[in-house]
């Protein structure tokens, strides 16, 4: 059973950036597509950012050209670089893990605040 780990968040101003960390047990990570969802509070969740097995990211426009997702295999770990951070941005920030089983596994959240 694949268990994740997400550190990094915490209270930023308008602006300013935070990475998310998300750390990964196993040793099946790199066959993982990872994802990174948020969800603020009176909202749904909304997917942020995806990253394939092979590499290939995708973003909602709410945060392209803002936020980066990334992986380092050898890590067992995916990142959310989050730049220009805006107070609709204030969520709890979780990562997903999906498997080509059809396997899937989250994290337990962590919050990001953005306000002055």
């Known amino acids: 059973q694949v268990q994740l780990v997400e550190s990094g968040g915490g209270l930023v101003q308008p602006g300013g950036s935070l990475r998310l960390s998300c750390e990964a047990s196993g040793s099946a990570f790199s066959t993982y597509a990872m994802d990174w969802y948020r969800r603020a509070p009176g909202k749904s969740r909304e997917l942020v950012a995806v990253?394939?097995?092979?590499?290939?990211?995708t973003y909602p426009d709410s945060v392209k050209g803002r936020f980066t997702i990334s992986r380092d295999n050898a890590k067992n770990t995916v990142y959310l670089q989050m730049n220009s951070l805006k107070p609709e941005d204030t969520a709890v920030y979780f990562c997903?893990?999906?498997?080509?089983?059809?396997?899937?596994?989250w994290g337990q959240g962590t919050q990001v605040t953005v306000s002055s």
């Open positions: 990253i394939t097995r092979g590499g290939t990211t």
């Open positions: 997903h893990a999906a498997a080509p089983s059809g396997f899937t596994a």
